[in-house]
């Protein structure tokens, strides 16, 4: 078998030959891309019952809601890192939302952090 392929490949000239005929060199792998650095991201829900059904794994989408303009996906498929404690953080809870833990790119927790400080933000299950 190994005898059948030198022989084929002697035939047609191997990878110098195809190259002169304008076939080019062999394409390249394009290098990896880096991985992407997840950072753990604390962000206020504006609804904390809402944050009281979501769980550690959970996959979700941040809406920021401003009075001025549509509301807009500030995280997509973020994962919950962390939930508030009902039972702690009990007192935590109210109008003022709730704290949960999102892990997401480090861009992403930039925008969030943002978006927090100027909009309400909700959540959807993914």
């Known amino acids: ?32 891309s880096p991985p992407v ?33 549509p509301p807009r996906v500030v995280a997509e498929g973020a994962r919950v890192a962390g939930v508030p404690d009902p039972e702690k953080d009990g007192a935590d809870a109210g109008a003022g939302g709730a704290l949960v833990v999102l892990s997401v790119p480090r861009d992403t927790a930039r925008a969030l952090v943002g978006a927090g400080a100027a909009a309400r933000l909700a959540v959807t299950l993914c």
Do not use: F, N, Y
């Open 1 to 32: 078998m190994l005898a059948v392929a030198a022989a084929a490949l002697a035939v047609s000239g191997g990878p110098q030959a195809q190259a002169s005929r304008g076939a080019g060199p062999p394409a390249k792998e394009p290098p990896p």
């Open 37 to 69: 650095r997840m950072v753990s991201a604390p962000v206020r829900i504006a609804d904390a019952a809402t944050v009281r059904l979501l769980r550690p794994g959970d996959r979700v989408d941040v809406v920021a809601a401003e009075r001025a303009g």
